[in-house]
């Protein structure tokens, strides 16, 4: 069974930086592309960023590119997101999910950013 | 960027009805187009992907058609359990994007 764990939610003040971490189980990690997408309060689902198998590929939303960086580790089935200079806007449910086409998703980790 | 634009944004319907949501591309994605289903306080679920193929253990009720520009997602008997926030997102170009969401309600 697919397993998807995200942590590393908190509440941080703009301008701050976060790291998301996700854990998964259940299928071959190092062959699947792996993906963020969040979901902001009262709004809809938001495709952050995605990255390639080896992670010499990534893909970003225009708004967190230079401030988001996507990043894997397969030795350890972890997926990261390094969130830095954070805005309010940035403030949601951050979800794993795997696959180019996210086919399993985690239960997410909330990020606030507010002062 | 490619916009995607779901009608409508909210929908209520009868145990039984058929039902069908439309999302609309900016310009066109050839068949790079999946539907999803969230409840609240869950995980989004994948229902299609490719425009029209039902992903693995989704039930029969639902199905998706469409290319180019026009797709919709059509429910053929509504279920109580169908009650949901249903979302199209695009896989033909980056940066991808999600439709804005329709909300499913159940009379």
Known sequence: EVQLVESGGDMVQPGGSLRLSCAASGFTFSTSWMSWVRRAPGKGLEWVANIQRDGTEEYYVDSV????TI???NAQNSLYLQMNNLRAEDTAVYYCARGWLPDSWGQ???VTVSS | DIQLTQSPSFLSASVGDRVTITC?????ISSSLAWYQQ???KAPKLLI??????????PSRFSGSGSGTEFT?????LQP???ATYYCLQLNKYPHTFGQGTKLEIK
């Open chain 2, 73 to 77: 997602l059509t429910i053929s008997s």
């Open chain 2, 81 to 83: 359990e169908d009650s």
């Open chain 2, 39 to 41: 409840k609240p306080g």
């Open chain 1, 108 to 110: 997410g980790t909330l």
């Open chain 2, 49 to 58: 992907y490719a425009a029209s193929t039902l992903q693995s253990g989704v």
């Open chain 2, 24 to 28: 609309r591309a900016s310009q066109g």
């Open chain 1, 71 to 73: 990043s894997r580790d």
């Open chain 1, 65 to 68: 590119k230079g401030r988001f």
